[in-house]
Nanobody, 121 residues
């Protein structure tokens, strides 16, 4: 089984930076992609950034040039470096992993509990 745990959220002023982390813990799984989503009150959850098994990345248009997704060598921890934060970035940020348990024949999506990011002023 797999658990995703996020950290790094908090309150920051506009123009500031935060670095989110997400670690997939457990054993016997193979990751396809991992990414970050966010959801603001009254809005749909949206993709912010994703990193594929091969290491390629993709970003929401609003994140391009400001956010960077990366991962560790084990490919079980991802990060989201958020610079030049804007008030509209305020949301709960969720870590997502599309992965396969070694006992399964298909990939499933797993979600973290979310971490609050609040950008003021």
């Amino acid at each position: 089984q797999v658990q995703l745990v996020e950290s790094g959220g908090g309150l920051v002023q506009a123009g500031g930076s935060l670095r989110l982390s997400c670690t997939a813990s457990g054993s016997s799984f193979s990751i396809n992609t991992m990414g970050w989503y966010r959801q603001a009150p009254g809005k749909q959850r949206e993709l912010v950034a994703v990193i594929t098994r091969g290491g390629s990345t993709a970003y929401a248009e609003s994140a391009k040039g400001r956010f960077t997704i990366s991962r560790d060598n084990a490919k079980t921890t991802i990060y989201l470096q958020m610079n030049s934060l804007k008030p509209e970035d305020t949301a709960v940020y969720y870590c997502n992993a599309n992965l396969r348990l070694t006992t399964n024949n298909f990939y499933l999506d797993y979600w973290g509990q979310g971490t609050q990011v609040t950008v003021s002023s």
